[in-house]
Nanobody, 130 residues
Framework: QVRLVESGGGSVQAGGSLTLSCAAS????????????MAWFRQVPGKEREGVAL????????WYADDVKGRFAISQDRAKNTLYLQMGGLKPDDTAMYFC???????????????????WGQGTQVTVSS
């Protein structure tokens, strides 16, 4: 079992920045000793959960959704077993509940759809006002 705990959400004005954190724990060996796909998803009421950014624990090359490219950056601190999402140039359309997700994968090609992910955090709300 993997436990994911997000933090860092909040309210910000358009153009502002936030950094989300996701602390991973609970696997037999810490998450960053194994091969996992790690991702950030977001969801607004009435819509499907969508992938925002993802990265494999063994591969520094990330993937981003088109509408966040150049504004968001995903990163990971292996020593702290923590995943981050730095969000800049925030827009009202970025308002959503943001979730951290993970699944065990030896392949460094990570899924972009929520169904691929086995472990989820509880979510952290990001609200961007105009």
């Amino acid at each position: 079992q993997v436990r994911l705990v997000e933090s860092g959400g909040g309210s910000v004005q358009a153009g502002g920045s936030l950094t989300l954190s996701c602390a991973a724990s609970g696997y037999t060996i810490q998450v960053y000793d194994r091969s996992f796909c790690m991702a950030w998803f977001r969801q607004v009421p009435g819509k499907e959960r969508e992938g925002v950014a993802l990265i494999h624990t063994g591969d520094p090359e990330p993937w981003y959704a088109d509408d966040v490219k150049g504004r968001f950056a995903i990163s990971q601190d292996r020593a702290k077993n923590t995943l981050y999402l730095q969000m800049g140039g925030l827009k009202p359309d970025d308002t959503a509940m943001y979730f951290c997700a993970a699944y065990r994968s030896d392949s460094m090609t990570c899924g972009t759809l929520s169904g691929a992910y086995d472990y989820w955090g509880q979510g952290t709300q990001v609200t961007v006002s105009s």
